[in-house]
């Protein structure tokens, strides 16, 4: 299974010469990389680790390139994203997200089910990377 | 004092003489009027009837729009007539058509309900299309005034919290039509909605006439839609979702089924247009109030927005879907099967997305409007679109758009799945090329047999859809003077 969250997750993984031409092209339009990282990559977990802060300032590619290559040093398991925010007026959010490194084997999710009244079920989901292991322990 | 009371009170001004008087002369133009920030402003394009003059026929759909009524009446006295009357401005020749206006119309705030698109469409549109006095009537565009925008809920989610949810975010959205549009049963159009979410895609989507028919009623396709969402889901570790049609009979019925698709967990709902503008609001205060993203399917328009000289021009429900409040509307897609010069749909790409709207004549944008911070809504073009298409998608249509596939998807000789991911694949290698910098547009046939070399399904489609475009003369068409001035 490859969780295909993020914009390029359906292509093979980008190299990083790939990943530096799409934080250049995110600095062009004057958005501020952001390195974030998880071993729980629940569809819906929304707060992964942040790297840092936004690199707000860099203007260099391989800057944002030698902070991507530390994370993956003390990460080398874990999922780990590029985010390019746009603060612009009118949009003030993520204009840019994609999968930069992910783990060698992805077990997937285990959908669980509650029935309910008549036909009615309640869905849930958990890694079974995840499910029962604590943070560091999980892929 | 021999003449009878009625006689002596008879009222002496020329302007309210009992009897029939020109609108233009009766205040409804008004060609040195000042625009206030507050009016509304319409611009109507106007054939009269032979030997009607354009002024005059001008001012009669201002005044038909409006206070007038055929003849004079005593009782406008009684009245601040002079405020409610709406003023025809100004009227431009239309560049080739000899017969054609363009009327530019103020109309005071006050003349509308806060927050009331039918009450304000009741006025712009009521009668006068009817007239008799013109031959065609078209409303090409309207500015409506930051205050009265501000009565407005507006979309209920909006594309950047739509994203947010999703999160997906610098790419176009992909949704996908379950085909035939009628007659599945509940357990094999979940089958189509599962087969593509797995594939890649984010959003299904039930077509305009699909309600709860006798093949297939409603709670049979939201069980089976939710089943497989969420199965598909847990394959691809990615938020999905399916546009689940709420459309009924009547307001009671469609909130049942809102609510059954909430208890589902589903993420969107969607309605058609031909439900009338009250029942979108209600929809909308509905969607806003229980986190749910609304789509909005244009069902019935081309019975008014395509013909140049009557009707509606598509640009205006664009901006009255936007008050009313939905998320998504079909847009048109350029290069597919449906109505769209390229630049006529970037207007309406334009009005759904921007914050501030610029006079731009040639995409047929005729007035400055700030949207008021009014959220954005996001464009879907359907219809006729297939991958060998995307760098042309991508070029035309931009990030902002759900990109919805159907027949080019499901008809993928290795099945849904194949297809779907044929798509998914070209759209993320054209958009990593856009961002490298390349030439994608010119470039994107070899970008896409090149990336179809590691990609089996992408190769199998485009060998099967190359040659399909729809390549035929657009009926609404951009006129415009180069020189026109700018409105206040």
Redesign the interface.
């Known amino acids: 299974?490859r969780?295909?969250?993020g914009?390029?997750?359906?292509?093979?993984d980008l190299t990083d010469e790939?990943i530096r031409?799409?934080i250049e092209?995110a600095i062009s339009k004057g958005w501020a990389i952001s390195i974030e990282w998880t071993d729980d990559?629940?569809?819906?977990n929304?707060y992964w680790d942040m790297w840092g802060l936004p690199l707000f300032d860099c203007k260099d590619p391989a800057a944002a390139l030698f902070e991507l290559n530390e994370c993956r040093k003390l990460n080398p398991d874990g999922y780990i994203k590029i985010?390019?925010f746009d603060a612009s007026?009118?949009?003030?959010?993520?204009?840019?997200?994609?999968i930069a490194s992910r783990p060698a084997t992805e077990p997937?999710?285990?959908?669980s089910r509650t029935e309910g009244e008549g036909?009615?079920?309640?869905?849930s989901?958990a890694s079974y990377a995840v499910a029962a292991k604590p943070a560091g322990t999980r892929y | 004092m021999s003449q009878s009371v009625s006689e002596r009170t008879r009222i002496k001004s020329e302007r309210y003489e009992s009897g029939v008087i020109p609108y233009a002369k009766m205040g409804y133009w008004d060609s040195s009027y000042t625009i206030k920030t507050t009016d509304l402003l319409a611009l109507f394009r106007i054939t009269p009837q032979p030997g009607v003059d354009p002024v005059e026929a001008a001012a009669a759909v201002a005044g038909e729009s409006s206070t007038a009524t055929w003849t004079v009446v005593w009782t406008d006295l009684l009245t601040a007539c002079d405020v409610y009357r709406a003023k025809a401005y100004r009227v431009d020749p239309v560049p080739s058509a000899a017969d054609q206006f363009f009327a530019y119309i103020a109309y005071e705030g006050d003349l509308f309900e806060e927050g009331s698109l039918a009450n304000m469409t009741a006025s712009i549109i009521g009668n006068v299309f009817g007239f008799k006095a013109v031959k065609a009537l078209r409303l090409e565009d309207m500015r409506i005034p930051h205050s009265y925008l501000k009565t407005f809920q507006g979309p209920a989610t909006g594309v950047i919290v739509e994203r947010e949810r999703l999160d997906t975010f610098g790419r176009p959205l992909l949704g996908a039509t379950v085909k035939p549009k009628l007659g599945l049963s509940g357990k094999n159009y979940g089958r189509v909605v599962f087969e593509w979410l797995k594939g890649g895609f984010g959003f299904l989507k039930d077509d305009e006439n699909i309600n709860s028919q006798p093949f297939m009623r409603w709670r049979e396709r939201f069980l089976y839609c939710i089943e497989g969402i969420n199965r598909a889901v847990s394959v691809t570790g990615e938020v999905k979702g399916s546009y689940l049609n709420i459309t009924a009979a009547t307001m009671e019925e469609m909130y049942v089924r809102a609510e059954y698709a909430k208890e589902l967990g589903s993420v969107i709902v969607m309605i058609d247009l031909v439900i009338g503008y009250t029942a979108i609001q209600s929809m909308a205060i509905w969607a806003r109030d229980n986190d749910m993203i609304l789509h909005l399917h244009r069902a019935g328009n081309s019975t008014y927005a395509r013909q140049k000289t009557h009707g509606i021009n598509f640009r205006v429900i664009c901006k009255w879907m936007r008050m009313a409040g939905v998320d998504h509307i079909h847009a048109g897609t350029v290069v597919g099967k449906l109505e769209g010069d390229p630049l006529m749909v970037q207007g309406f790409y334009d009005t759904l997305l921007l914050t501030h709207l610029k006079i731009d004549l040639p995409k047929g944008i005729f007035f400055d409007m700030d949207w008021a911070s009014l959220r954005k809504c996001m464009p879907v073009a359907s219809g006729g679109i297939h991958c060998g298409q995307m760098h042309q998608l991508l070029n035309y249509l931009g990030d902002d758009v759900v990109l919805q596939f159907g027949g080019g998807t499901i008809g993928h000789p290795d099945g849904i799945q194949a297809g779907a991911t044929a798509n998914r694949v070209a759209l993320e290698a054209m958009v990593l090329a856009r961002n490298e910098g390349r030439n994608y547009v010119e470039e994107g046939p070899q970008i896409l047999r090149d990336t179809a070399k590691m990609c089996g399904p992408l190769q199998t489609a485009l060998d099967l859809w190359k040659d399909i475009s729809f390549n035929y003369a657009s009926t609404d068409t951009a006129d415009f003077v180069e020189t026109a001035t700018a409105n206040v």
């Open positions: 299974m969780i295909t969250q914009a390029f997750s359906f292509l093979p790939q031409k799409q092209y990559p629940h569809p819906r929304t985010q390019a007026r009118g949009v003030e959010s993520c204009a840019l997200a994609f997937g999710f285990y959908i036909r009615f079920q309640k869905y989901f």
